[in-house]
């Protein structure tokens, strides 16, 4: 079969037609309200939220491939009931043979695949497919496709394409969108897509399931470019629907799903379902299943009172608020605010409120049923996006489902697409921005909606400063109620007015990413600022009855603005984008909180904070969406982020309700919480202590006690804040990937100490304890990369060099050279030096410092250029008493000058004193026996010390820099 992909309905294009008045509705979708139901609890801004829904159940079916009941029901013609049976005796005739190799017979000619002798189409089989396609046609392309050559059947069948119904083909093409809508003309040139191959893939027997009201199929999004069509049927009433195509997302609507799938089939009440999915190589694509949700009742659909029109937008529930039966209205001046990460996939949900301003922006704006009345469940939702500060375009859609639903059972319906989109889609809440019921009951859709123009995912590669509002039901089949129609126009004035859209005009959006759009990603295309969905995508949705309606609600929502513009005069302009002092971003002497400031933006009478978090192990701060937090008036706040959270904040302004664009603040990650999941610990002991997370910390039991963090990935930064009895000492080897050495903490002081360590990035972290002293660790944070401060380690911390990043070249070298004792490096600015060149002076009190000789110097100077006051004295005077280094013929050492290779070669051949025998040949091609470090030189390559340069030298006489001293001693101290 093929399908040319803007012939899929937007959600379902036959469904509606199937229904009568009088299906049948289940008692578990169609809820009786007692008149005596008791009021319900008022929301945090006066309005009523919806009572406990009960019966929300949600069930999936695993498809791997075509069911063999599905073909056996389908072949012998019969509508397949809920649970199809094959007898065993049973022997299939020549018009119904099931076998892989059975040979068709010439009465077989509704198979997609029978031709006459033109090789065309029959004309029984033309007009077969233009009405519905039976299942059993399906399945004879699926035996076609399957079965091995044999005579009279061809090895490559030919391809049919799957029919729509004539109404929607004939509105589906671009010319005919340009014709309808003359404002979108110049999207007539765009050529449809070439029809993909099309294989049937996979295909249900008939199953009985829960009581449902909304079906989909998903699969991994991996497969997305796979699937080429998606229909389902469902049994309601006892009565089979006709199949009904259904829209597929490409996996672009939220970035990081790891599954996409279909739009829902929305039904009144259905309790079986049959689906078949066709790929271009038919093959199954991974994961592949149908999601069934039943979303339960709740005593007050359709029976709450919509807030009034007019208000402005109030706090909305957040995950913890949102079953809370009451809540005290939050309008503060005092900006402070608290992330929290969701603790379901770890994505964040807002928890603070925003502060309720009046706007003469909402003179407009029309009564709506909030989420916490129809029954949204915040502890799912995933913010997504940063609102918007404009908006250029306004979609009009249609849920595609049945028009036979009731006042209650609207509410039910929204709930069913909303847990299928945020939940079986993974886009993180409903995508619509708004949605009205044929009654004409507007309801807000995604989170966020009420306040600003979030971003949704209800047009693919479009939904960059776009809404979207969709109307319940199918409007391919039937003409939109003209109560709906009105409900439509007020959001959309109301909108339009708020943001200053011209709703006759028409704007440029660009396409970014696949999804469903015409174009590829990038294209920049000038439509219509109130346009259907179909103008830029490949769908026929709102459906050609609403579609063609759309010309006359342009002009009735221009003549609602202009009337408020009148009244009103215009809506307020976007504030101006704050700027920042010299100390935007400071953390508390404990790491912990962090205050952001601005300054103030002329005009503006609030300030909104945005955030976007990572939770411990939550992978890349950078991918995540930002999310609107608390409106105050104040132009500093403190910000404080859960136990092992990494958030990023920004700030905008706000005036009359309008935010402006936002200026990023600044980074920082929270301490690790001990009784975390990620950590664990070997001979330490969980303890109670001040300062500590939560009140907790870590105490080691002595030398060798672990203490290991998982999902270190993103941390590029270790801080540890512990304390160190009297008289003690603290060292903490690092490692990173368990056994890969990454530096040592080291505290020479007792009492309290934070000292931090960079990482070089790894999937886990792992402190050894190198002392026997009880050591309590209070917090640890791993930081990720972009932080904008990191707390100072103080005076009683030894730290690592500045210029050794983790993984630079000697890195570890000059690590172990730090912990060892054997080099300080320089003090004024905390460095190494690795190319700086040696001193004589130098490379002698290294190989002092690690021999550790017990040596006590004569009373005579070693050299007349060493006095005793000199910083080598005693290393110098144990040289040139041990004969490791000798001075020149004038009788001084020259501390100062360069040591070559060839003597640092020497200098630690006689301090090793190797038993060793020289080869009585060159061990490189520069260095001659005769050569006075020929001995010393030809050890360094026998023990693996040094293998010279690529050309086979070893250049004796260059002078060797600190970091190549540092890697010769770090190899011979492993090899002992």
Known sequence: MALRPVLRACAVTTLAAALTATTAFPAAASPIVPPSAPDPARGAVGQPVASEVKGEEQQTIAVDGIDPEALQSAEHGATPSATPTIEPSAAPTAEATDEPSAEPTAEATDEPGAASESGQPTPQAAATRAATVSLASVVSLTSAVKAAPGKGQSAEPEQDVVPVPEGIAAKATAETDAQTAPEARELAGTALPAEDTEQVAALTAPAETIDFIVAGVTWEVQDADRVTEVSVRVREDGTWTDWSSLEIHDGDERPGAD????????????????????????????GLQVDIINPGVADTDGKLNPAPAGAPAGEEPTADQATAAAASTASSSTAEFVPAMHQQRGLITGTAAAQTVATSADALKPAIVTRAQWGANESVVQDYGRPASQLKAMYIHHTA???NYTQAGAYAQIRGIFSYHAVSLQWGDIGYQFLVDKFGTIYQGRRGSLDAPVMGAQAGGFNTDTIGVSAMGNYDVTAAPAAMVKAIERVLAWQAYRYDVNPTGSTRLTQSGKGTARWSSGTTVTVPTILGHKVTNFTACPGRYLDAQIPTIRRNVDTLVDRAVRNNGGTTQAPG????????????????????????????????????????????????PWTAGKTGTDRSTTLSNNAGETAQYAVRAVTNGVPGAQRYLGQHTAPLDWTGSDVYTSGATAVTTSGGTNGRGIRTNGKGSVVRVEGAGQARHLGLAFYVPSNGTADFAVYQDNDR??????????GSSYCALDLPGGANVRLVSQDNT????????????????????????????????????????????????????????????????????ESVAFIHRYVKPNHTPKSTLPFRDVPTSHTFYRPISWAKDARVAGGYSNGTFGTTRNVTRGEFASFLYRAARPRFSPPRTKAFSDVAISNSHHEAIAWMKKSGLSTGYADRTFKPDRSISRGEVAAIMHRYHQSR
């Open 774 to 841: 009880p050591v309590t660790l209070s917090r640890m944070v791993l930081t990720h990369a972009g932080q904008s401060q990191t707390r100072a380690s103080t005076a009683k911390c030894q730290t690592p060099f500045a210029d050794n990043a983790p993984g630079s070249r000697y890195y570890s070298a000059v690590d172990w050279m730090f912990t060892a004792g054997i080099s300080g490096g320089y003090t004024s600015d905390n460095t190494f030096r690795k190319d700086r060149p040696i001193s004589r002076g």
């Open 741 to 750: 050495y990454v530096g040592t903490i080291r505290v020479r002081s007792s």
């Open 401 to 403: 489902g049945s028009n």
């Open 259 to 286: 599954r996409t799938g279909t739009e829902p089939l929305v039904s009144t009440g259905a309790d079986a379902v049959q689906a078949r999915v066709s790929t271009v190589s038919g093959e199954v694509p991974k």
């Open 577 to 624: 984008r704050p700027s920042l002092p010299s100390n935007p971003y400071t953390l508390d002497s404990d790491g912990v909180v962090a205050t952001g400031r601005w300054n103030a933006v002329s005009g503006a009478d609030g300030y909104q904070i945005m955030y976007r978090a990572v939770p411990h192990g939550g992978g890349s701060i950078t991918s995540q």
